[in-house]
């Protein structure tokens, strides 16, 4: 293999590759990222075996061929080189050899033949959809997804269309994220469940594009295209919880408080609270506050209260604060609703000028 290709270029393939890389004891081939030189392109590769990516830069290919090389030396090599925007490749006995006008580089290389091969999605359903609404869907429930692989439907996010929707969700069994985004085109999108793991590494690669995506599914993996890009993941198979029919739709008590004073006082109980990260709500009606208490028996006691605005009935009851403190990320409007149906009912959290996001939260019992 020989090819010349533009540095730039070549940086951001290879960062965005390597973040798909890993450490993996029994298969180090797994670390690296596979170049190809092919007709005028480069073709820089990566997977973890859950999921894969391919990306396409122009080059001058002087000499065809193939190396892999681990991804991590690559990307912090690439990422401190000066000199100009030129680069030379090439792999000459069993090494990668980098050349420009400051630097003279080897790089060992892995046998390519234990590269994984990085499935095609083909002959499934192919839909199109803002980049930026996908990562806005992801982002906003992706925390709530259990880190157990225990039962893989709730490590997971889950995508089903809904009106003129699509839904994201995740739960962990204690709390759970909804997000639904604007997408008209949902007549025939299935319902998906994207391993957790997978969407971590997802909005790594797409957080910062702008363009549209080519989303194609079918039962097994779901790929990303776009540019020069391509991404596959696979899929779980199985059934989501029937989530909807938990989240009430009449409450007993409503709360409405600015979200930033909120947020503070979560964070001052945080220092107070015990080893369950346990909080203690009383909503008052009768004063219009809501009271937040922790208490730390070896580092002692916070009680804050709050002006709200409430109707309904006056409740006590105990949460873990750093689920409640996770879905203010998803959460535009400056003041929020927390919605109560009694002591052993999830509390309901949502932003006041923008309903598309709902946040349930499951009482602590003790």
């Known amino acids: 293999m020989k090819a010349e290709c533009i540095k730039e270029k070549f940086c951001v393939a290879v960062s965005k590759t390597e973040k798909i890389t890993g450490k993996n004891m029994t298969l180090p081939i797994l670390s690296c990222i596979l170049i190809e030189a092919r007709g005028s392109s480069l073709i820089l590769k990566a997977t973890n075996l859950d999921l894969g990516i391919e990306i396409r ?34 792999e000459k006995e069993g ?87 604007k997408f008209k085109k949902n007549s025939d999108f299935e319902n998906i469940l994207i391993p957790f793991k997978n969407v971590v590494d997802l909005l790594k690669i797409i957080s910062d594009e702008r363009d549209s995506l080519a989303i194609t599914s079918t039962k097994n993996q779901i790929s990303f295209e776009y540019k020069d890009i391509y991404i596959v993941s696979r899929v779980i198979e199985g059934n989501f919880p029937d989530y909807q029919q938990i989240i009430a739709k009449e409450f007993k008590t409503e709360v409405i408080v600015l979200k930033q004073d909120l947020i503070n006082i979560l964070k001052l109980s945080n220092i107070f609270s015990d080893s369950f990260n346990q909080i203690n709500i009383r ?84």
Not at 69 to 90: H, K, Q, T, W
Not at 311 to 327: A, L
């Open 57 to 90: 830069i122009p080059a001058k290919i002087l000499e065809e061929g193939v190396v892999a090389v681990p991804g991590a030396i690559l990307n912090g090599f690439l990422s401190n080189l000066l000199g100009d925007n030129n680069l030379s490749l090439e």
């Open 283 to 366: 909503v008052s009606p009768k004063d219009k506050t809501l009271e937040i208490k922790s208490k730390n028996s070896s580092v002692g006691e916070n009680i804050n209260k709050l002006s709200a605005t409430i109707t309904g009935e006056e409740i006590e009851i105990n949460f873990n604060h750093k689920y409640i403190i996770d879905c203010f990320q998803s959460i535009d409007s400056d003041s929020i609703s927390l919605s109560f149906n009694g002591l052993n009912k999830p509390m309901v959290i949502k932003g006041i000028s923008d309903k598309s996001f709902t946040y349930l939260v499951m009482p602590m019992n003790r």
């Open 95 to 181: 090494n990668l050899h980098i050349i420009n006008s400051s630097s003279k580089t080897t790089i060992k290389s892995f046998p390519v033949d234990d590269f994984p091969t990085i499935p095609k999605v083909k002959d499934g359903k192919i839909y199109e959809m803002d980049s930026q609404n996908l990562v806005k869907g992801l982002k906003s429930v992706w925390y709530s997804a259990s880190l157990s692989n225990i039962k893989p439907e709730l490590s997971s996010v889950y995508i089903h269309p809904k009106d003129e929707s699509l839904v994201f969700v995740a739960t962990d069994s204690f709390r759970l994220a909804e997000k639904a985004i």
